[in-house]
């Protein structure tokens, strides 16, 4: 399983919410590394000093996949078979795989094109 984090994830990192960052550092702890993409960092990023200090320390042990050609082109696709029309929650949908957690504040927006993808994961609001 792999742990996926949207811009909803950072948020509650931020205002240092003790769940997630409790399953934040069981992950690290297990050897696994957290999984976001550049648009989600783009959400969230407002330089990285005050209240961002947590943010800094999350993205120091968070593998960012680029949102780059491919899987902007993927996530174009997916929201057109949906309807939707945010690109940064469809590129979340596509970094998971069968069985991944993801962390939102929006699982409605995320359920729908999860199923749309086929790809099974679990939903956690934050």
Do not use: C, N, Y
Request: proline content about 3%.
């Amino acid at each position: 399983m792999t742990l996926i984090l949207d811009a909803g994830a950072f948020a509650a990192v931020e205002r240092r919410d003790r769940t997630v960052m409790a399953l934040l550092k069981a992950e690290l702890l297990a050897g696994r590394t957290p999984v976001t993409h550049g648009g989600v960092v783009g959400q969230v990023w407002r330089g990285g000093s005050g209240r961002q200090a947590p943010i800094v320390q999350l993205l120091d042990g968070v593998q960012v996949e680029p949102l780059d050609d491919g899987l902007g082109r993927r996530a174009g696709v997916l929201l057109k078979l949906t309807g939707g029309r945010d690109v940064i929650d469809a590129a979340v949908i596509l970094l998971a795989r069968d069985g991944d957690l993801v962390l939102t504040s929006h699982p409605g927006d995320l359920t729908a094109l999860a199923a749309e993808a086929d790809i099974h994961l679990d939903l956690a609001t934050v």
